[in-house]
């Protein structure tokens, strides 16, 4: 379950140890041959953070613009940002707002983490614009193409050139974004974690003031005296790093494989075809519980079954707006009790049912079934579904 979308390995390392070096930093922005490529996001006013993309053909994907390819007065607000960067000035977001994404090393003989799904490949790119061929970035031992995701939300300027291109808009519909190549999906799940989460911590939860995000937006900071934070002056600080938060994600399954139990969402209601889509059980972890307890619990709250093995597979970033989806296996030894299903509990299911596997997989061969679809291909829903229809788990 390596090819997941928003999860897909691709060319791009993060080189997370450069992110503090702020003379690397400044060099991949004032550089003018540095290579390095930017996507674009603006906030929409509700508390959601949106980005750029570009459609032709019916296809969508992430506009993406090499910096030196820019008009010198927009090129300037980068430089003033490096500036204002190096030095941790409070006004650091008042333009723009940066983070580095990492070094594409795609293309490269030598590689230093992976070595294959071409971030590049699949991007689309205005009519009008034109790349330039730069070498390499080169820094210390390590190279690559530097990619940086930029909010745009404070800076005009800038907005008004990116609506400049055809056929690119601000998009904020899931179903275009999830039209996108897998390795495009990556890099957007990836970006846009960090843009949410810059775009709602403003404020230390501490003392109330500003702060700023540093080590090139992946990490924020406080300027108040340590002892007058109660969050600064704590032996262990969670709040200045990005949240991830987990959520359980179960395909369920008789202990012979034969059965599959799978729920319809309330929030799922039949589509214009009539077909409703019928899925893993999921829901989020809580404080003090482990991968399996909370698989069993989650099974049990929504089902009313009972599982008794547990089996960890795979795991999912999904960026509405943070969640890492951990992919599990439950086993449901049937007794006459452990399989009765009961929505009841948490009424979070419209419905709940125990699948034949041969009926899954007809629908996973394109067949049909009753008011029945699956969730999409590529995520790990479908995939887990998938394993267990063919026995693989």
Not at 35 to 63: A, C, E, W
Not at 171 to 179: P, T, W
Not at 224 to 234: A, F, I, L, Q, R
Not at 381 to 387: D, F, G, N, Q
Request: proline share 5%; with cysteine; net charge negative.
């Amino acid at each position: 379950m390596t090819d997941i979308f928003f999860g897909t390995t691709t060319t791009l390392n993060r080189f997370s140890f450069l992110r503090a070096n702020d003379d690397f930093i400044s060099r991949t922005i004032v550089d003018p041959l540095s290579p390095t490529r930017l996507v674009f996001y603006k906030q929409d006013g509700k508390n959601g953070v949106h980005p750029y993309m570009i459609q032709r053909s019916g296809k969508y994907g992430l506009l993406n613009l090499q910096l030196n390819t820019l008009p010198s007065h927009l090129v300037q607000i980068f430089h003033d940002w490096s500036a204002k960067n190096s030095k941790k000035t409070i006004d650091l977001r008042n333009d723009v707002t940066l983070v580095f994404l990492g070094l594409d090393e795609d293309g490269l003989d030598e590689k230093y983490l992976f070595n294959e799904n071409s971030l590049t490949s699949s991007f689309i790119y205005p009519n009008s614009y034109k790349l330039k061929d730069y070498p390499q970035f080169k820094y210390d031992k390590f190279q690559g193409t530097p990619y940086y995701a930029v909010d745009v939300t404070h800076c005009q300027q800038l907005q008004n050139y990116l609506s400049s291109f055809e056929d690119v808009d601000i998009v904020n519909s899931m179903m275009s974004i999830l039209a996108v190549s897998k390795n495009e999906s990556s890099l957007f799940a990836y970006s846009k974690m960090y843009m949410d989460w810059l775009m709602r911590n403003r404020f230390c939860p501490g003392c109330g003031q500003k702060v700023i995000p540093v080590d090139s937006g992946t990490r924020l900071l406080c300027q108040t005296p340590k002892n007058e934070c109660p969050v600064k002056s704590s032996a262990v600080s969670n709040v200045c790093f990005p949240r991830t938060d987990p959520v359980i994600i179960v395909g369920a399954v008789s202990s012979d494989g034969k059965k599959i139990l799978l729920g319809n969402n309330q929030r799922h209601p039949a589509g214009p075809n009539g077909k409703r889509m019928f899925s893993c059980i999921a829901g989020f972890m809580e404080p003090g519980e482990t991968i399996e307890e909370s698989t069993l619990r989650e099974i049990w709250e929504e089902t009313g079954c009972s599982a008794r093995e547990v089996k960890i597979v795979a795991s999912q970033p999904w960026p509405f707006p943070a969640n890492l989806m951990i992919g599990c296996f439950g086993v449901v030894h049937f007794d006459g009790v452990n399989e009765l299903i009961n929505t009841e509990l948490d009424n979070e299911l419209a419905d709940c049912r125990w699948f034949d596997a041969d009926e899954i997989k007809t629908l996973l061969n394109g067949g049909d079934l009753e008011d029945v679809s699956l969730p999409m291909e590529g995520s790990i829903a479908y995939e887990l579904i998938k394993s267990l229809a063919l026995g693989k788990y």
